[in-house]
């Protein structure tokens, strides 16, 4: 089993920024592909940005040049540091991860562990 603690949630104007962090543990060994998403009130949940165990990464269309995902893998920590927010930014935001590697659709029903959830509040 693997456990996701996300934090780094708040509330922030437009244009300001905020960092979300997901500390993993457990089995971490299992954890070769992990992702941020998020969910915002009446919305179905949707994939903002994935990493592999090699770093390599994809970002959703919607945060592309905003916001990075990144990875301490001597620290188990999952990281998305999010510039240029936006109110349509604002939702409950949920780490994620899987054991097999990332298929990069940044698809929910892909990842078998999740934490549960930080929330991010983005006022105009």
């Known amino acids: 089993q693997v456990q996701l603690v996300e934090s780094g949630g708040g509330s922030v104007q437009a244009g300001g920024s905020l960092r979300l962090s997901c500390a993993a543990s457990?089995?971490?060994?299992?954890?070769?592909?992990m992702a941020w998403f998020r969910q915002a009130p009446g919305k179905e949940r949707e994939g903002v940005a994935a990493?592999?165990?090699?770093?390599?990464?994809t970002h959703a269309d919607s945060v592309k040049g905003r916001f990075t995902i990144s990875k301490d893998n001597a620290k188990n920590i999952l990281y998305l540091q999010m510039n240029s927010l936006k109110p349509e930014d604002t939702a409950m935001y949920y780490c994620?991860?899987?054991?097999?590697?990332?298929?990069?659709?940044?698809?929910?029903?892909?990842?078998?562990?999740w934490g549960q959830g930080t929330q991010v509040t983005v006022s105009s």
């Open positions: 994620a991860a899987d054991s097999k590697y990332c298929k990069w659709r940044l698809l929910q029903h892909e990842y078998n562990y």
């Open positions: 457990g089995y971490t060994y299992s954890t070769n592909c």
């Open positions: 990493i592999d165990s090699d770093g390599i990464t």
